[in-house]
């Protein structure tokens, strides 16, 4: 982390001129599942800029993708929103023209409800696939959230905590660093614990060079003064290399969704650009909140105990580097053996194999480390096992966080992926129970 960059208490409401709410509503009685298993749990939240902001977003790729997405999509490609009105407890997801008619209502509803035009406001949901909103309940929701909208600290985490659906914690952030001698404030919150495998993009559409990167839903503020055009690019390089790094079960989500709003409050000369210094260190900030949400949320990934950093390098080329880690990330039986804190390599160079990824036996190298740490214990060398006691490689998979190192010494291409093991919690909170509909998933 940057010396200039520094983590501060607070999330959304951190940034000047930004208001928070978050409500209870009863959306989730139609529910996610075990997730709502929580009593009366805030699922509804907004969040509202005192002034015009310049937005940007990122969105699922999936082919199938959920109404609220395509009703925001539009509005964070202009230059300006000021508001984000979002619910859990229900996906509206494979709810047809009735759930498109409910996304541009609940936008609707809170513009009017904050005095804003329909245009400002984006809208984002999450829960539970294919059941009609509870459009009374949500509309009533909305309205007693405008009433409470404030600046303070416990607004954000009201607003936080009215996202989460199977989260067992609230995820928030907030990082100061100085812009032009003026002092700049990044916030953001996040969810997500399943169905996390984020593949974002600005417009919703897959990029045909690149690989694909419960739903996860991030929403960041600032107070910096900058371009939308700036804005924009800094937000999709962010997210590539932080919320579309993660993945806990290899599904994406049909709502993945990450809304920017930058107000311009701090004053500090306009960024225009990301190669200036100030631009640079507005990047590098960004990077952090996203990075530090995106972390929360593998690490509270369902039924998840052990979180592992696979560092892929020596591939023929950073998509190759990008298919080798998540193939191995993916897969079912390296995670089990990772929950049984099994190092069994074997595994993983199977799931190397049957990658798209070009690898050459003879040449892959595979290790373990602490967290960042150079000082790496091999388990395998060109392709053939290495003496290192079974005992010492257990002992390296056995704490709660590692690096797996993977080399594949074909070339300079490399990629990081956030991945994490599978345990029998995981399948017993998704299997549900269909005796009780209230038990099933989203």
């Not at 609707?108 to 999450?126: F, H, I, N, Y």
Request: aromatic share 4%; charged share 20%.
């Amino acid at each position: 982390m940057s010396e200039r960059i520094r983590v501060i208490e607070g999330s959304i409401t951190s940034p000047r001129g930004f208001r928070a709410a978050g409500v209870f509503c009863d959306i989730k009685r139609l529910g996610t599942g075990k997730g709502s298993d929580k009593g009366p749990k805030r699922d509804l939240m907004l969040i509202a800029s005192d002034g015009p902001a310049a937005v940007a977003g990122m969105f699922t790729t999936n082919q199938v993708c959920a109404a609220p997405v395509k009703v925001s999509l539009p509005h964070a490609s202009k230059a300006r929103a000021q508001a984000i009105v979002s619910n859990s407890g229900n996906a509206n997801a494979c709810t047809g023209k009735q759930g498109m008619k409910d996304a541009t209502a609940m936008v609707r509803m809170a513009a009017r409800a904050m005095g804003l035009a329909e245009q400002d406001v984006l809208v984002c949901s999450t829960g539970r696939i294919g059941l009609p909103m509870p459009m009374d309940r949500v509309m009533a929701g909305i309205e007693a959230a405008a009433g409470r909208l404030s600046h303070s600290r416990e607004s954000a985490a009201n607003a936080a905590e009215a996202i989460m659906t199977s989260d067992s914690v609230s995820k928030e952030v907030a990082v100061q660093f100085l812009a032009g001698g003026k002092t700049v404030t990044i916030g953001g919150i996040a969810k997500g614990a399943g169905m996390i495998e984020p593949g974002m993009s600005p417009t919703g559409k897959r990029p045909a060079s690149r690989p694909l990167h419960a739903t996860m839903l991030g929403f960041i503020t600032s107070d910096a003064a900058i371009s939308s055009r700036a804005l924009k690019r800094a937000l999709r390089e962010a997210v590539a290399v932080t919320f579309n790094r993660i993945t806990i079960d290899g599904d994406m989500s049909t709502n993945d969704t990450v809304l920017a709003l930058a107000n311009g409050m701090a004053e500090n000369p306009t960024i225009k650009g990301l190669d200036s210094g100030d631009g640079k260190r507005f990047q590098q900030a960004l990077n952090l909140v996203c990075q530090t949400l995106a972390r929360k949320i593998v690490s509270d990934g369902e039924g998840v105990t052990r979180v592992v950093n696979i560092r892929v390098s020596g591939a023929r080329s950073h998509l190759d580097a990008d298919r080798a880690a998540r193939w191995v990330g993916n897969s079912v039986l390296v995670k089990t053996s990772w929950f049984g804190g099994d190092p069994n390599w074997g595994r993983i160079i199977d799931a190397l194999g049957y990658s798209p990824a070009r690898i050459v036996e003879e040449k892959v190298d595979l290790g373990y480390s602490a967290p960042g740490s150079k000082d790496i214990t091999w388990s395998l060398r060109r392709g053939l096992p290495t003496p290192v006691d079974f005992a010492t490689l257990c002992a390296c998979v056995a704490p709660a966080e590692f690096d797996l190192h993977i080399r594949l010494n074909l070339g300079r291409g490399k990629a990081v992926v956030y991945a994490c093991d599978l345990s029998e919690e995981y399948v017993d909170f998704n299997k549900g129970d269909i005796s009780n509909p209230a038990a099933l998933g989203g």
